[in-house]
């Protein structure tokens, strides 16, 4: 049976644009295949280090298996939970890992050099996480593997990686699809990007520290109305999808497609000729509202327990494969 895998990081809360862009759209895919696939969602806590965490770190661990759940995610034998380090194979590949990726390839990743931003103070980790991701994938022989096009570049790593390894000690990792069969594979090649609500230039991220610029998922819906009361649009004076000369009327009516799940061209066609900004900001401010509660209502009814259950079965199960896949990677470089 293929693998699906996936995880997002648990640093703080999400914003309403990491729900429509990656939480949902995973959702989705994951009900979607689970009858005939492995679907291995987890969090991965040891990424989640190599940035400062804020003391918060175990509840939002819980919180965002809590998030999947409240998306809509079915639970059945094929979906595993797991928290990434409950399951030690994965730093004992990464060592393994590292000694077949270079420095020159490994410093060539856009995330690291954004992230380090050219300083030497910078945490190891930071420089080493894509080949801690390698071996999140490789353990489990996953081959698709779902995400932003922010880490298309960690995927092709992976891919090297494995393809290296092969060469030098026999068919022992799994090769990834590559990045353009997982766009086909996610089915979101238009790729979903939620904008900043007071500079519509820019997409819409947690870091933001502007509160008005993103709505959060924990947000009071009436709050959520009054951020999108504010949002910047133009002086345009008509409602048209015009990303290029209109990204805040843009931002609006794709928001509103995706928390309505309505077709972004029926959206478009039911504004068509109108002209009365205040309208639509009501308009989506009152789906934003009924999304986020009837979503905040899900996750409250969502017990700490249940989560501690999945990730119990789900650890023993991650344990069980991605140790059967170390020892053989273990066993080519003579370790044992
Ligand atoms: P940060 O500001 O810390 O980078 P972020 O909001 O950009 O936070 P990430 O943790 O970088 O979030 O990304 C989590 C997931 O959400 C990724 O799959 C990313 O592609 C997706 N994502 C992030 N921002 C948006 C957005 N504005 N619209 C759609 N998807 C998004
Ligand atoms: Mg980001």
Redesign the pocket.
């Known amino acids: 049976m293929k693998t699906i895998l996936t995880g997002?990081?648990a640093n703080s809360e999400l914003?309403l644009?990491?729900y429509?862009?990656?939480l949902l759209p995973m959702v989705r895919l994951a009900n979607k295949h689970s009858e005939k696939m492995n679907v291995n969602i987890f969090v991965p806590d040891l990424h989640s280090i190599i940035a400062d965490i804020d003391g918060n770190l175990q509840k939002n661990i819980i919180r965002t298996i809590k998030y999947y759940l409240a998306a809509g995610l079915k639970i059945n034998p094929n979906v595993h939970i797991y928290r990434q380090s409950y399951v030690p194979a994965h730093s004992e590949l990464c060592w393994i890992l590292n000694c077949i990726a270079t420095m020159g390839e490994a410093s060539r990743m856009t995330q690291y050099k954004e992230k380090s931003d050219g300083r030497d103070s910078c945490n190891v980790g930071i420089f080493d996480y894509p080949i801690l991701m390698a071996a999140d994938i490789l353990l489990y022989s996953a081959e698709y593997v779902p995400?932003?096009?922010?880490?298309f570049q960690h995927i092709e790593l992976t891919r090297n990686l494995a393809m290296r390894f092969n060469n030098r000690f026999g068919e022992i990792f799994t090769v990834p699809v590559k990045t353009a069969e997982q766009v086909e594979f996610m089915g979101i090649s238009d790729g979903?990007?939620?904008?900043d609500l007071l500079n519509p230039e820019k997409?819409?991220?947690?870091?933001?520290a502007a509160e008005n610029s993103k709505i959060m998922l924990d947000d009071d819906p009436e709050l959520a109305k009054k951020k999108i009361m504010s949002a910047t649009t133009d002086s345009l004076g008509k409602i048209k999808y015009d990303m290029f000369n209109q990204p805040g009327i843009s931002n609006l009516l794709t928001i509103d497609a995706l928390v309505t799940d309505t077709p972004l061209q029926d959206v478009i066609s039911t504004w068509a000729g109108e002209t009365k900004y205040g309208d639509l900001k009501k308009k989506v401010g009152a789906d934003v509202a009924t999304m986020l509660s009837e979503f905040q209502n899900r996750l409250k009814d969502i017990q700490d327990d249940e989560i501690f259950a999945l990730f119990d079965l789900g650890e023993k199960y991650a344990n069980e494969v991605a140790n059967a896949k170390l020892r053989e990677a273990q066993k080519a470089f003579g370790l044992r």
Do not use: F, P, Y
């Open positions: 997002i990081r914003t644009g990491n429509l862009g990656a995400i932003g096009e922010d880490q979903v990007r939620i904008r997409k819409m991220s947690k870091s933001t």
